[in-house]
C-alpha cells in the first residue's frame, strides 16, 4: 500500500468547517483513498473512500486531486463528537487489511 | 453497515494468566478477520491474520504461542492472550472485511482494553 503523510494535529470551531488533509503522491492507478476515524478508546469508523472523482455521503465530503497525489476529507459543520484521530489509508480495492499511519488529531474546539 | 462486535470492552487480569477476546461478525460473513493492538498514543498495528478453517497469519514480531488465533467459524475469530504480562496490557480491536461493490471494506469491533496486574 502507498504511505501517506498527513498533519499530526489539527483545530477547528465548532460549527464550522473541518479541512483534513492527506498526500500520498506514490499512490498507484488500481490504489483507493479511504478515510477512517477512531474516538478515543474506541475501534475504527469508516468515513468514506475514492478512486479518482469527488465523494459525498452524509458523514463527509472527500476532494481528491486530478493527479491523484493528495486529498481532502471535509467535514461540512464539525462538531464536539468529531473530535478524534482522522486515518487516510491508500489501498487496493479488492485488499483486505488496512495499514494504519499516525493520523491526524481533530480537536473541534467549542 | 455492516457490524462488527468485540467482547469483552475491558478485561483485568492477574500476570501469569490467559485472557480470550472474542470477534464476531453480526450480519455477515467473514472469512477473514484481523486483529490490532495499540498503545497509549500509538497507532494501530496489526497483529495477525485470522482465516476461518485454517492457521492465522502473524505478522512479523508477534508470538504465535503467546497471542492463540482460533477462527473456527465464518462469525466468530477468538484471541488468547496466553500468560499476560504487564506489557500485553493495549488496546486490542478486530477487524472484518465484506466484499462490496468497489472491492473489500473493513469493519472494526468496539475494542478491548486489557490491563495485567
Known amino acids: 500500500d502507498a504511505k501517506t503523510t498527513q498533519p499530526t494535529s489539527m483545530d477547528c470551531a465548532e460549527g464550522r468547517a473541518a479541512n483534513l488533509p492527506c498526500n500520498h503522491s506514490t499512490i498507484s492507478g488500481n490504489e483507493y483513498v479511504y478515510w477512517y476515524r477512531q474516538i478515543h478508546s474506541q475501534g475504527p469508523q469508516y468515513i468514506i473512500h475514492g478512486l479518482k472523482n469527488n465523494e459525498t455521503n452524509e458523514m463527509a465530503s472527500l476532494i481528491i486531486t486530478e493527479d491523484r497525489k493528495s486529498s481532502t476529507l471535509i467535514l461540512p459543520h464539525a462538531t464536539l463528537r468529531d473530535t478524534a484521530v482522522y486515518y487516510c489509508i491508500v489501498r487496493v480495492g479488492s485488499a483486505r487489511q488496512l495499514t494504519f499511519g499516525s493520523g491526524t488529531q481533530l480537536t473541534v474546539l467549542p | 453497515g455492516a457490524v462488527v462486535s468485540q467482547h469483552p470492552s475491558w478485561v483485568i487480569c492477574k500476570s501469569g494468566t490467559s485472557v480470550k477476546i472474542e470477534c464476531r461478525s453480526l450480519d455477515f460473513q467473514a472469512t477473514t478477520m484481523f486483529w490490532y493492538r495499540q498503545f497509549p498514543k500509538q497507532s494501530l498495528m496489526l497483529m495477525a491474520t485470522s482465516n476461518e478453517g485454517s492457521k492465522a497469519t502473524y505478522e512479523q514480531g508477534v508470538e504465535k504461542d503467546k497471542f492463540l488465533i482460533n477462527h473456527a467459524s465464518l462469525t466468530l475469530s477468538t484471541l488468547t492472550v496466553t500468560s499476560a504480562h504487564p506489557e500485553d496490557s493495549s488496546f486490542y480491536i478486530c477487524?472484518?472485511?465484506?466484499?462490496?461493490?468497489?472491492?473489500?471494506?473493513?469493519?472494526f469491533g468496539q475494542g478491548t482494553r486489557l490491563t495485567v496486574v
Open positions: 477487524s472484518a472485511t465484506e466484499f462490496i461493490q468497489s472491492g473489500t471494506e473493513a469493519f
